[in-house]
Protein backbone atom coordinates (compact mmCIF):
# COMPACT_ATOMS: atom_id res chain seq x y z
CA UNK A 1 0.00 0.00 0.00
CA UNK A 2 1.52 3.35 -0.78
CA UNK A 3 2.54 5.80 2.37
CA UNK A 4 -0.43 7.97 3.05
CA UNK A 5 -0.05 11.63 1.90
CA UNK A 6 1.55 13.81 4.37
CA UNK A 7 1.38 17.86 4.72
CA UNK A 8 4.58 19.76 4.14
CA UNK A 9 4.67 22.57 6.77
CA UNK A 10 7.60 25.29 6.65
CA UNK A 11 7.62 28.22 8.97
CA UNK A 12 7.87 31.47 6.86
CA UNK A 13 9.18 33.38 9.92
CA UNK A 14 9.11 37.19 9.09
CA UNK A 15 11.43 38.87 12.15
CA UNK A 16 9.55 38.17 15.71
CA UNK A 17 6.20 37.64 14.11
CA UNK A 18 3.55 38.49 11.16
CA UNK A 19 1.68 40.95 13.41
CA UNK A 20 3.37 44.23 12.24
CA UNK A 21 3.37 45.03 16.43
CA UNK A 22 4.86 41.75 17.27
CA UNK A 23 7.98 43.45 18.21
CA UNK A 24 5.65 44.53 21.33
CA UNK A 25 5.12 41.67 23.11
CA UNK A 26 6.12 41.25 26.32
CA UNK A 27 7.85 38.45 25.98
CA UNK A 28 10.65 40.14 23.33
CA UNK A 29 13.52 42.12 23.37
CA UNK A 30 12.37 44.63 21.13
CA UNK A 31 16.26 43.84 19.76
CA UNK A 32 15.24 40.30 19.35
CA UNK A 33 15.31 40.28 15.24
CA UNK A 34 18.57 40.38 15.48
CA UNK A 35 19.69 37.95 18.43
CA UNK A 36 20.61 34.96 17.64
CA UNK A 37 19.43 33.10 20.70
CA UNK A 38 15.57 34.46 19.59
CA UNK A 39 16.37 32.81 16.11
CA UNK A 40 17.88 29.65 17.76
CA UNK A 41 14.97 29.10 19.72
CA UNK A 42 12.21 29.44 16.92
CA UNK A 43 14.38 26.72 14.94
CA UNK A 44 14.28 24.43 17.88
CA UNK A 45 10.47 24.64 19.02
CA UNK A 46 9.92 24.47 15.08
CA UNK A 47 11.68 21.10 15.03
CA UNK A 48 10.64 19.95 18.22
CA UNK A 49 7.08 20.19 15.78
CA UNK A 50 9.15 18.46 13.32
CA UNK A 51 8.10 20.79 10.52
CA UNK A 52 10.39 20.55 7.21
CA UNK A 53 12.01 23.76 7.37
CA UNK A 54 12.26 27.33 8.08
CA UNK A 55 11.99 29.99 5.74
CA UNK A 56 13.70 33.28 5.51
CA UNK A 57 12.91 36.05 3.35
CA UNK A 58 15.10 38.42 1.29
CA UNK A 59 15.01 42.19 1.59
CA UNK A 60 18.21 42.84 -0.75
CA UNK A 61 17.34 46.64 -0.70
CA UNK A 62 18.11 49.90 2.17
CA UNK A 63 14.42 51.11 2.60
CA UNK A 64 14.11 55.09 2.75
CA UNK A 65 15.70 55.25 6.29
CA UNK A 66 12.49 57.79 6.96
CA UNK A 67 10.22 54.77 6.08
CA UNK A 68 9.97 51.65 8.92
CA UNK A 69 12.81 50.03 8.78
CA UNK A 70 12.93 46.41 7.04
CA UNK A 71 14.96 45.10 9.98
CA UNK A 72 15.96 41.37 8.30
CA UNK A 73 19.24 39.24 8.64
CA UNK A 74 20.99 38.28 5.83
CA UNK A 75 19.43 34.18 5.52
CA UNK A 76 22.50 32.37 4.39
CA UNK A 77 24.63 33.80 7.03
CA UNK A 78 21.53 33.24 9.54
CA UNK A 79 20.84 29.88 8.77
CA UNK A 80 24.33 28.99 9.54
CA UNK A 81 23.96 30.14 12.63
CA UNK A 82 20.70 28.56 13.15
CA UNK A 83 22.01 24.89 11.66
CA UNK A 84 24.94 25.15 14.24
CA UNK A 85 21.72 24.86 16.89
CA UNK A 86 19.52 22.17 15.12
CA UNK A 87 19.87 18.81 13.99
CA UNK A 88 17.18 18.08 11.42
CA UNK A 89 15.32 21.49 10.30
CA UNK A 90 15.10 22.29 7.04
CA UNK A 91 17.09 26.12 6.22
CA UNK A 92 15.17 27.52 2.79
CA UNK A 93 16.93 30.69 2.48
CA UNK A 94 15.15 33.20 -0.08
CA UNK A 95 17.86 34.29 -2.75
CA UNK A 96 17.17 37.18 -5.54
CA UNK A 97 18.19 35.41 -8.97
CA UNK A 98 18.31 38.96 -10.18
CA UNK A 99 20.87 40.63 -7.96
CA UNK A 100 23.56 37.52 -7.39
CA UNK A 101 26.21 36.22 -9.06
CA UNK A 102 25.05 32.21 -9.93
CA UNK A 103 28.40 31.14 -9.20
CA UNK A 104 28.59 32.77 -5.51
CA UNK A 105 25.37 32.18 -4.78
CA UNK A 106 25.81 27.86 -5.58
CA UNK A 107 28.84 28.11 -3.36
CA UNK A 108 27.23 29.65 -0.40
CA UNK A 109 24.40 27.81 -0.30
CA UNK A 110 25.91 24.39 -1.07
CA UNK A 111 28.46 25.83 2.22
CA UNK A 112 25.39 25.89 4.28
CA UNK A 113 24.00 22.66 2.84
CA UNK A 114 27.60 20.82 4.06
CA UNK A 115 27.39 22.87 7.18
CA UNK A 116 23.84 21.02 7.71
CA UNK A 117 24.17 17.95 6.93
CA UNK A 118 21.86 18.36 3.57
CA UNK A 119 19.34 20.73 5.03
CA UNK A 120 19.50 23.53 2.53
CA UNK A 121 17.28 25.38 0.42
CA UNK A 122 17.12 28.32 -1.63
CA UNK A 123 14.06 30.26 -2.23
CA UNK A 124 14.15 32.14 -6.06
CA UNK A 125 12.95 35.05 -6.19
CA UNK A 126 12.94 37.76 -8.99
CA UNK A 127 12.75 41.05 -6.85
CA UNK A 128 10.39 43.46 -7.93
CA UNK A 129 11.52 47.12 -7.31
CA UNK A 130 13.39 49.09 -9.10
CA UNK A 131 14.65 50.60 -6.09
CA UNK A 132 16.35 47.34 -5.70
CA UNK A 133 18.44 47.40 -8.83
CA UNK A 134 19.51 50.97 -7.91
CA UNK A 135 21.17 49.50 -5.11
CA UNK A 136 23.44 47.09 -6.85
CA UNK A 137 24.13 50.11 -9.37
CA UNK A 138 21.68 48.74 -12.04
CA UNK A 139 19.90 51.28 -13.78
CA UNK A 140 18.61 49.33 -16.59
CA UNK A 141 14.96 48.91 -17.06
CA UNK A 142 14.56 45.55 -15.39
CA UNK A 143 11.18 44.19 -15.85
CA UNK A 144 9.14 40.92 -15.08
CA UNK A 145 10.25 39.48 -18.22
CA UNK A 146 13.68 40.39 -17.86
CA UNK A 147 13.87 39.04 -14.24
CA UNK A 148 12.33 35.88 -15.27
CA UNK A 149 14.26 35.22 -18.24
CA UNK A 150 17.47 35.88 -15.78
CA UNK A 151 15.64 34.12 -13.21
CA UNK A 152 15.61 30.68 -15.73
CA UNK A 153 18.53 31.09 -16.86
CA UNK A 154 20.54 31.48 -13.00
CA UNK A 155 18.30 28.45 -11.58
CA UNK A 156 19.43 26.60 -14.49
CA UNK A 157 23.31 27.31 -14.26
CA UNK A 158 23.10 26.96 -10.07
CA UNK A 159 21.72 23.76 -10.38
CA UNK A 160 24.28 22.57 -12.68
CA UNK A 161 26.78 23.93 -10.53
CA UNK A 162 25.67 22.08 -7.50
CA UNK A 163 24.91 18.47 -9.94
CA UNK A 164 29.10 18.86 -11.06
CA UNK A 165 30.02 19.65 -7.96
CA UNK A 166 33.46 17.87 -6.92
CA UNK A 167 33.69 16.91 -10.48
CA UNK A 168 36.28 19.11 -11.89
CA UNK A 169 33.62 19.15 -15.14
CA UNK A 170 32.93 23.61 -15.76
CA UNK A 171 29.76 25.11 -16.57
CA UNK A 172 29.33 27.48 -19.23
CA UNK A 173 27.42 29.93 -20.07
CA UNK A 174 28.07 32.77 -21.68
CA UNK A 175 25.04 35.00 -21.07
CA UNK A 176 25.54 35.25 -17.82
CA UNK A 177 29.64 35.53 -18.03
CA UNK A 178 30.10 31.81 -15.96
CA UNK A 179 32.39 29.40 -16.80
CA UNK A 180 33.33 27.80 -13.43
CA UNK A 181 32.83 24.54 -11.77
CA UNK A 182 32.38 24.02 -7.74
CA UNK A 183 35.39 22.66 -5.88
CA UNK A 184 33.48 21.46 -2.68
CA UNK A 185 32.04 17.66 -3.05
CA UNK A 186 28.24 17.00 -3.97
CA UNK A 187 25.25 17.80 -1.44
CA UNK A 188 24.86 15.52 1.37
CA UNK A 189 21.00 15.46 -0.70
CA UNK A 190 22.19 15.39 -4.33
CA UNK A 191 21.86 19.23 -4.56
CA UNK A 192 20.51 21.86 -2.10
CA UNK A 193 16.43 22.08 -2.66
CA UNK A 194 15.41 24.64 -4.82
CA UNK A 195 12.35 26.42 -3.68
CA UNK A 196 10.68 29.74 -5.52
CA UNK A 197 7.92 32.13 -4.57
CA UNK A 198 6.08 34.44 -7.24
CA UNK A 199 2.69 33.17 -8.97
CA UNK A 200 2.51 35.32 -12.24
CA UNK A 201 2.44 33.16 -15.30
CA UNK A 202 5.85 33.00 -16.00
CA UNK A 203 6.45 32.59 -11.79
CA UNK A 204 4.12 29.47 -12.07
CA UNK A 205 6.03 27.97 -15.10
CA UNK A 206 8.96 28.55 -13.51
CA UNK A 207 8.11 26.41 -10.42
CA UNK A 208 6.91 23.80 -12.50
CA UNK A 209 9.48 23.46 -14.61
CA UNK A 210 12.77 23.91 -12.15
CA UNK A 211 11.70 24.36 -8.48
CA UNK A 212 11.35 21.23 -5.79
CA UNK A 213 8.92 23.40 -3.95
CA UNK A 214 6.46 26.74 -4.89
CA UNK A 215 6.02 29.07 -1.96
CA UNK A 216 2.26 30.67 -2.95
CA UNK A 217 -0.15 33.53 -2.20
CA UNK A 218 -3.56 32.26 -2.58
CA UNK A 219 -6.34 34.28 -0.80
CA UNK A 220 -9.03 32.01 -1.85
CA UNK A 221 -9.74 28.30 -2.28
CA UNK A 222 -10.68 28.11 -5.97
CA UNK A 223 -7.29 30.28 -6.56
CA UNK A 224 -5.11 27.94 -5.21
CA UNK A 225 -7.03 24.85 -6.97
CA UNK A 226 -5.81 26.73 -10.46
CA UNK A 227 -2.39 27.65 -9.37
CA UNK A 228 -2.22 23.79 -8.22
CA UNK A 229 -3.01 22.47 -11.32
CA UNK A 230 -1.16 25.02 -13.07
CA UNK A 231 2.46 24.21 -11.52
CA UNK A 232 1.69 20.53 -12.02
CA UNK A 233 0.88 20.85 -15.42
CA UNK A 234 4.45 23.19 -16.27
CA UNK A 235 5.93 19.53 -14.47
CA UNK A 236 4.08 17.32 -16.62
CA UNK A 237 4.97 19.30 -19.51
CA UNK A 238 8.63 18.80 -19.68
CA UNK A 239 8.34 15.24 -18.60
CA UNK A 240 8.54 15.92 -14.80
CA UNK A 241 6.59 14.25 -12.29
CA UNK A 242 4.33 16.00 -11.02
CA UNK A 243 4.80 15.09 -7.24
CA UNK A 244 8.07 16.39 -7.85
CA UNK A 245 7.47 19.95 -7.59
CA UNK A 246 5.32 20.84 -3.88
CA UNK A 247 3.10 23.39 -3.80
CA UNK A 248 2.98 25.40 -0.63
CA UNK A 249 0.12 28.28 -0.29
CA UNK A 250 1.06 30.87 2.62
CA UNK A 251 -1.06 31.18 5.81
CA UNK A 252 -0.88 33.85 8.49
CA UNK A 253 -2.31 32.04 12.04
CA UNK A 254 -3.80 33.82 14.89
CA UNK A 255 -4.85 30.97 17.17
CA UNK A 256 -6.98 31.04 20.18
CA UNK A 257 -8.67 28.39 22.31
CA UNK A 258 -11.68 30.20 21.40
CA UNK A 259 -13.05 32.12 17.85
CA UNK A 260 -13.96 35.57 20.15
CA UNK A 261 -10.47 35.11 21.79
CA UNK A 262 -8.51 34.80 18.64
CA UNK A 263 -10.84 37.43 17.26
CA UNK A 264 -9.85 39.78 20.37
CA UNK A 265 -6.16 38.90 20.34
CA UNK A 266 -6.09 39.96 16.89
CA UNK A 267 -7.12 43.10 17.57
CA UNK A 268 -4.94 43.44 20.31
CA UNK A 269 -2.08 43.42 17.82
CA UNK A 270 -3.88 45.19 15.16
CA UNK A 271 -4.46 48.00 17.98
CA UNK A 272 -0.60 47.98 18.55
CA UNK A 273 -0.09 48.58 15.04
CA UNK A 274 0.18 52.00 13.15
CA UNK A 275 -2.65 53.39 11.83
CA UNK A 276 -1.84 53.52 8.17
CA UNK A 277 0.06 50.00 8.08
CA UNK A 278 -2.54 48.06 6.33
CA UNK A 279 -3.81 50.55 4.35
CA UNK A 280 -0.05 50.93 3.08
CA UNK A 281 0.17 47.57 2.52
CA UNK A 282 -2.71 47.05 0.64
CA UNK A 283 -1.60 50.16 -1.46
CA UNK A 284 1.72 48.89 -2.50
CA UNK A 285 -0.10 44.88 -3.25
CA UNK A 286 -2.34 46.87 -5.62
CA UNK A 287 -0.04 49.50 -6.77
CA UNK A 288 -2.88 51.95 -6.11
CA UNK A 289 -3.99 54.15 -3.49
CA UNK A 290 -5.79 52.84 -1.10
CA UNK A 291 -6.73 56.06 1.06
CA UNK A 292 -7.94 58.03 -2.29
CA UNK A 293 -10.57 55.02 -2.28
CA UNK A 294 -13.86 55.00 -0.84
CA UNK A 295 -13.59 52.99 2.22
CA UNK A 296 -17.72 52.23 1.98
CA UNK A 297 -17.36 50.85 -1.80
CA UNK A 298 -16.01 47.96 -3.61
CA UNK A 299 -12.84 48.10 -5.60
CA UNK A 300 -13.23 49.91 -8.60
CA UNK A 301 -13.94 47.88 -11.45
CA UNK A 302 -10.87 49.18 -13.25
CA UNK A 303 -8.73 47.79 -10.67
CA UNK A 304 -8.33 44.38 -11.86
CA UNK A 305 -6.99 40.94 -10.82
CA UNK A 306 -3.90 42.25 -13.51
CA UNK A 307 -2.75 45.64 -14.12
CA UNK A 308 -2.85 47.29 -17.29
CA UNK A 309 0.67 46.39 -18.17
CA UNK A 310 1.60 43.01 -16.22
CA UNK A 311 5.17 43.25 -17.22
CA UNK A 312 5.89 46.76 -15.60
CA UNK A 313 4.12 46.09 -12.66
CA UNK A 314 6.40 46.92 -9.86
CA UNK A 315 5.32 44.45 -7.41
CA UNK A 316 4.32 40.60 -7.50
CA UNK A 317 1.72 40.11 -9.61
CA UNK A 318 0.33 36.74 -7.57
CA UNK A 319 -0.25 38.78 -4.37
CA UNK A 320 -2.48 41.69 -6.71
CA UNK A 321 -4.20 39.11 -8.67
CA UNK A 322 -5.73 36.89 -5.64
CA UNK A 323 -6.04 39.86 -3.53
CA UNK A 324 -8.40 41.76 -5.91
CA UNK A 325 -10.42 38.20 -6.56
CA UNK A 326 -10.66 37.55 -3.06
CA UNK A 327 -12.28 41.05 -2.92
CA UNK A 328 -14.00 40.23 -5.81
CA UNK A 329 -15.65 36.75 -4.36
CA UNK A 330 -16.68 37.77 -1.18
CA UNK A 331 -17.75 41.45 -2.43
CA UNK A 332 -16.06 43.25 -0.01
CA UNK A 333 -15.95 46.99 0.83
CA UNK A 334 -12.64 48.66 0.95
CA UNK A 335 -13.00 48.93 4.71
CA UNK A 336 -14.28 45.37 5.06
CA UNK A 337 -10.69 44.06 2.61
CA UNK A 338 -8.64 46.12 4.85
CA UNK A 339 -10.28 44.38 8.05
CA UNK A 340 -10.26 40.79 6.25
CA UNK A 341 -6.53 41.46 4.89
CA UNK A 342 -4.24 40.60 7.80
CA UNK A 343 -2.21 37.85 6.33
CA UNK A 344 -1.46 40.39 3.54
CA UNK A 345 -1.86 38.54 0.20
CA UNK A 346 -1.75 35.35 2.22
CA UNK A 347 -4.95 34.06 3.54
CA UNK A 348 -5.46 34.19 7.75
CA UNK A 349 -7.15 32.25 9.86
CA UNK A 350 -8.40 33.72 13.04
CA UNK A 351 -9.47 30.64 14.89
CA UNK A 352 -9.33 28.11 17.47
CA UNK A 353 -6.94 24.82 17.09
CA UNK A 354 -9.37 22.63 15.70
CA UNK A 355 -10.39 25.44 12.66
CA UNK A 356 -6.53 26.20 12.04
CA UNK A 357 -6.35 22.17 11.30
CA UNK A 358 -9.87 21.85 9.15
CA UNK A 359 -8.87 24.57 7.08
CA UNK A 360 -5.80 23.33 6.46
CA UNK A 361 -7.11 19.73 5.69
CA UNK A 362 -9.79 20.59 3.57
CA UNK A 363 -7.44 22.64 1.54
CA UNK A 364 -5.28 19.93 1.48
CA UNK A 365 -7.32 17.16 0.62
CA UNK A 366 -9.22 19.34 -1.95
CA UNK A 367 -5.86 19.37 -4.16
CA UNK A 368 -5.27 22.67 -3.57
CA UNK A 369 -1.87 22.21 -1.71
CA UNK A 370 0.88 19.47 -0.50
CA UNK A 371 1.39 21.34 2.64
CA UNK A 372 1.92 25.25 3.88
CA UNK A 373 4.03 27.98 4.81
CA UNK A 374 2.48 29.20 8.09
CA UNK A 375 3.47 32.42 9.46
CA UNK A 376 2.25 32.76 13.15
CA UNK A 377 1.19 35.95 14.74
CA UNK A 378 4.16 36.37 17.59
CA UNK A 379 7.03 34.54 18.27
CA UNK A 380 8.10 32.19 19.51
CA UNK A 381 4.43 31.60 21.46
CA UNK A 382 2.26 31.54 18.39
CA UNK A 383 4.38 28.92 17.26
CA UNK A 384 4.52 26.66 20.37
CA UNK A 385 0.45 26.93 20.13
CA UNK A 386 0.74 25.52 16.64
CA UNK A 387 3.00 22.92 17.51
CA UNK A 388 1.59 21.89 21.01
CA UNK A 389 -2.51 22.54 19.92
CA UNK A 390 -2.51 22.38 15.97
CA UNK A 391 -0.31 19.74 15.02
CA UNK A 392 -1.83 17.00 17.34
CA UNK A 393 -4.76 17.26 15.37
CA UNK A 394 -3.45 17.08 11.60
CA UNK A 395 -1.45 13.83 13.23
CA UNK A 396 -4.94 12.04 14.66
CA UNK A 397 -6.03 12.92 11.34
CA UNK A 398 -2.66 11.11 9.25
CA UNK A 399 -1.93 14.27 7.87
CA UNK A 400 1.32 15.21 9.18
CA UNK A 401 4.65 13.10 10.37
CA UNK A 402 5.15 11.65 13.72
CA UNK A 403 8.87 11.71 12.78
CA UNK A 404 10.97 12.95 10.01
CA UNK A 405 11.65 10.19 7.44
CA UNK A 406 15.02 11.38 6.38
CA UNK A 407 17.89 13.72 7.66
CA UNK A 408 18.01 15.80 4.53
CA UNK A 409 15.22 18.25 3.32
CA UNK A 410 14.85 16.46 -0.11
CA UNK A 411 15.41 13.45 0.81
CA UNK A 412 12.32 14.08 2.97
CA UNK A 413 9.98 15.38 0.29
CA UNK A 414 10.99 12.39 -2.02
CA UNK A 415 9.68 9.82 1.16
C1 LIG B 1 4.84 34.19 -1.59
C2 LIG B 1 5.85 35.18 -2.14
C3 LIG B 1 7.00 35.47 -1.41
C4 LIG B 1 7.96 36.37 -1.92
N1 LIG B 1 9.09 36.62 -1.20
C5 LIG B 1 9.99 37.51 -1.66
C6 LIG B 1 11.19 37.81 -0.95
O1 LIG B 1 11.45 37.25 0.13
N2 LIG B 1 12.05 38.72 -1.45
C7 LIG B 1 11.81 39.36 -2.65
O2 LIG B 1 12.63 40.16 -3.08
N3 LIG B 1 10.69 39.10 -3.35
C8 LIG B 1 9.79 38.20 -2.89
N4 LIG B 1 8.65 37.93 -3.62
C9 LIG B 1 8.36 38.75 -4.80
C10 LIG B 1 8.90 38.27 -6.10
O3 LIG B 1 10.24 38.03 -6.14
C11 LIG B 1 8.65 39.38 -7.09
O4 LIG B 1 7.49 40.10 -6.79
C12 LIG B 1 8.52 38.90 -8.49
O5 LIG B 1 7.92 39.87 -9.27
C13 LIG B 1 7.78 37.61 -8.67
O6 LIG B 1 6.46 37.66 -8.29
P1 LIG B 1 5.26 37.35 -9.29
O7 LIG B 1 5.68 36.23 -10.17
O8 LIG B 1 4.13 36.98 -8.37
O9 LIG B 1 5.00 38.61 -10.01
C14 LIG B 1 7.72 37.01 -3.15
C15 LIG B 1 6.55 36.73 -3.88
C16 LIG B 1 5.63 35.82 -3.40
C17 LIG B 1 4.41 35.53 -4.22
Redesign the pocket.
Same mark, same amino acid.
Request: aromatic share 8%; charged share 10%.
Given at each position: MPAARRMILGLNVLGVGQRPAAWQSETLEPTAFIDRDHWVRVAREAERGLLDALFL #???PWLADPSGRPAGALEPTVLLAAVAAHTEQLGLVG?L?STYNDPVELAARVLTLDHLSGGRAGWNV??? #?SPQVGANFGITDDLD?DARYRRAHAVTDTVERLWLGAGTGAPVVVPELGVDAALTLPRSPQGRPAIVR #? $? %??A? %?RRLAGERADAV @?? #?EMTLDGALEHYRVVKDHAAAVGRDPDAVKVLP $?FALVIAATEREALERYDHWESLAPADYTRDRLSGILGVDVSALDPDAQLPPEIGELPDDPSAFE /? /??? @?RSTTVRFARTHRLTVRQLLRAYGGYGHPIIIGTPEQVADTLSSWFLAGAADGFNLMPDVLPEGLTTLVDEVLPLLRARGLFRDAYEAPTLRGRWAA
Open positions: #ADQTSVTT #AR #A $G %GSE %G @FT #A $G /S /SLS @F
